[in-house]
């Protein structure tokens, strides 16, 4: 029997357009560090420190996970960078979450809208996603909690439990 795993899937902090730099190098404005920040902490308070993170390479999602991964007490070195995050549709982010570790029983991948806002509708039972309000939107630092009872690399659409969205702007 395989225990549960949870995918914990965080669309990145609020990024700036005040600069003039490429989309991949937008960074975090100092709001969205205090929003991934709370959802760092919600993630100790709950217990729910990844045995392995994910992350895109773009700029606001690495500075995302740092920070969230510097709550939980996670060295940065620890972050594993993957390219195919960053404009991922969602057959992307499935290929992606595939490849993780057995061992890992809660994975936490950061990356970016549309991709991480689809993955609910794509990787929730049907009738799991009417027990959870999924009316607002995947803000940025949005995490979405999803559990499911098989080996990642079995990871199908429609096969898991969507647990919880916690938004970062309501936290405390």
Same mark, same amino acid.
């Given at each position: ?119 609910? %509708? ?44 916690? %938004? ?5």
């Amino acid at each position: 029997m395989i225990d549960s795993c949870e995918l914990m899937l965080l669309r990145h902090g609020k990024s700036s357009w005040e600069t003039m730099v490429s989309d991949f190098d937008r960074d975090v404005t100092d709001k969205g560090k205090q929003h991934v920040e709370e959802i760092g902490i919600w993630l100790k308070q709950h217990q729910k420190v990844p045995d392995y993170v994910l992350c895109s390479p773009a700029k606001r999602a690495q500075v995302t996970a740092e920070i969230v991964c510097q709550q939980l007490g996670i060295s940065k070195d620890d972050i594993k960078f993957n390219h195919q995050i960053y404009n991922a549709d969602v057959s992307d982010i499935f290929n992606v979450v595939k490849t993780c570790p057995s061992h890992c029983r809660r994975v936490l991948l950061i990356g970016h809208n549309p991709s991480i806002e689809m993955m609910i %509708h794509h990787l929730a039972s049907d009738q799991n996603v009417n027990d959870v309000d999924t009316s607002e939107p995947v803000r940025p630092a949005t995490l979405v909690c999803f559990s499911f009872n098989e080996d990642w690399n079995k990871l199908l659409p429609h096969s898991a439990e969507l647990i919880s969205i916690t %938004h970062g702007k309501y936290l405390p």
